[in-house]
């Protein structure tokens, strides 16, 4: 099923479980159509994993690098072993200190003929902590590269591509273009953040301000010094600190502008001011908001963004960038560290693809917003919905003292329907958009956002404000009228 039939044959049925969106061998997320369906995927069903042709890429190995690690099990590897391929010998370094810190166990490493990447083995009963940092720190190898690996293809340099790239992002941030820094994913970017941190102040921790994707917190527990985490992202950190911290150190803050999935955004104006007068660096991810809606960068030291999302807009590719405030007080000591410890790691055929969807970004977006405000004024005023989560809902105020002229909400919402135990699943199976992970394509994408992030921590979810019954929806591009409707269909299937 292509990007654009898509927004009008969506995958939605049962019939559809597993299969790749969009229709293609580089897909990031997959179909899950039914309640049921997530349930079984996370609790490990048979029937649920035999269907699934793919997966998000840092939670399930994609058949072109599973394909890829068999091969240099092969050629390499030894009985009792297991092993991951990282893109250089840099992260291959980082992968044998987190297992050493995590498992006590030292593995190996085994350079690649093809460019710099590197083969990490260790003992198969460390798997599962090799497989933690694939996912966690998102250093990965992509499927186009795995691919290229396999056919012996000549590498693609992508240097203008990869110029006209870091141009967009430039102009839409209104940084320069040799601060914006791209990376093999927003989880990559992230990790690199978190290094930050660790260089300008060892072994602090650092701060969580509002529930972040789930990586991230795994990334500042287990690659950081632990974090202190505050699941409301208006919580008054700075009037409390000393009670709070009690004169520790501080590495530096998260938080996401606006959060997901609760869509809410902290007062970053008066937090910026605050850190920067306690000398604490902040990183703001944007994703949700995007630079386009929203100037973050003015108000934090670093701007993460994942660029597989709005920026690209298909879900066929893993990207994310770093972008520097050049007037943080940190902008200097930052940029030395990146000098020595970053890598552009972007795959050339996916910088390529990237430069080619990222064309009609600032169209896409304006079509995004309007669409999603328009959904979510008619959800929030229907009567079979308990609540929706959207920065027109939560928090405006915050999101728009740092809103662009021209600029809008964003794509993402969360929906909470009335009587969600049972009216929850309902409206999902009956719900005529493609279902499954991620957000920002354009075509309209839904999840139950609080079982796939977090089904080992229910309870610990609904006591930090998300529903296990909430249905994560990304707006696409499909006519409003449309979409009105399918949602419509769907309430009405919870009177059933």
């Not at 092969?74 to 009792?80: D, N």
């Not at 601060?179 to 969580?208: C, E, W």
Request: glycine share 6%.
């Amino acid at each position: 099923m292509g990007i654009s039939e898509l927004q009008h044959e969506p995958l939605w049925q049962e019939s559809d479980l597993g299969k790749p969106i969009p229709e293609s061998p580089h897909a990031v997320s997959v179909a899950l159509p039914l309640w049921d369906h997530v349930v079984g995927y996370e609790e490990g069903r048979p029937e649920i994993q035999e269907a699934m042709q793919l997966g998000y890429p840092r939670f399930v190995c994609h058949p072109r690098v599973s394909e890829l690690e068999k091969f240099c099990m092969a050629k390499w590897g030894l009985p009792g072993e297991v092993c991951l391929i990282v893109p250089s010998q840099k992260v291959a370094i980082r992968c044998l200190q987190f297992l050493k810190q995590q498992s006590s166990v030292s593995g190996r490493v085994q350079p690649m003929d093809f460019e710099d990447v590197q083969i990490v083995f260790t003992p198969e009963e460390c798997e599962k902590t090799l497989h933690a940092f694939w996912q966690h720190a998102g250093e990965v190898v992509s499927s186009r590269l795995a691919q290229a690996i396999l056919d012996e293809e000549p590498v693609p340099s992508a240097t203008n591509e990869r110029r006209l790239v870091k141009e967009r992002i430039a102009s839409s941030t209104g940084a320069e273009v040799e601060d914006v820094y791209l990376f093999a994913s927003g989880m990559a970017a992230l990790a690199m953040a978190q290094r930050i941190f660790h260089f300008l102040t060892p072994g602090a921790k650092t701060i969580q301000l509002g529930v972040p994707y789930v990586d991230l917190m795994k990334l500042q527990e287990k690659i950081g010094a632990g974090c202190h985490f505050f699941a409301d992202n208006c919580t008054d950190i700075l009037s409390d600190w000393d009670s709070l911290f009690g004169g520790d150190p501080v590495a530096g803050v998260f938080t996401d502008l606006p959060g997901n999935p609760l869509l809410g955004t902290a007062d970053v104006v008066s937090l910026y001011a605050g850190l920067r007068e306690k000398g604490i660096p902040l990183v703001i991810d944007d994703t949700i908001g995007t630079f386009f809606n929203v100037d973050a960068v003015s108000h934090s030291d670093m701007v993460m963004s994942s660029l597989t999302k709005n920026f690209s807009g298909v879900s066929d590719l893993l990207a994310g960038c770093l972008v520097l405030n050049r007037n943080s007080p940190h902008y200097e000591s930052m940029t030395k560290i990146l000098e020595s410890e970053y890598e552009d790691l972007l795959w050339g055929e996916d910088v390529m693809v990237l430069e080619e969807r990222s064309r009609d970004f600032n169209e896409r977006m304006t079509v995004f917003n309007r669409n999603a405000e328009a959904v979510a004024e008619y959800l929030n005023n229907h009567e079979l919905v308990d609540r929706i989560y959207y920065p027109t809902l939560v928090h405006r105020d915050h999101y728009d003292a740092v809103m662009k002229p021209g600029g809008g909400y964003g794509c993402l919402m969360s929906v909470l329907v009335k009587n969600a135990e049972t009216a929850a699943p309902a409206f999902y199976d009956a719900l005529q958009v493609s279902k499954g992970p991620s957000l920002g394509t354009n075509y309209t994408l839904a999840c139950p956002y609080t079982l796939l992030a977090h089904f080992e921590e229910l309870d610990w979810a609904e006591e930090n404000g998300m529903s296990r019954y909430l249905v994560r929806v990304s707006v696409g591009l499909e006519p409003i009228d449309e979409l009105v409707q399918r949602f419509e269909d769907a309430l009405q299937a919870t009177r059933a």
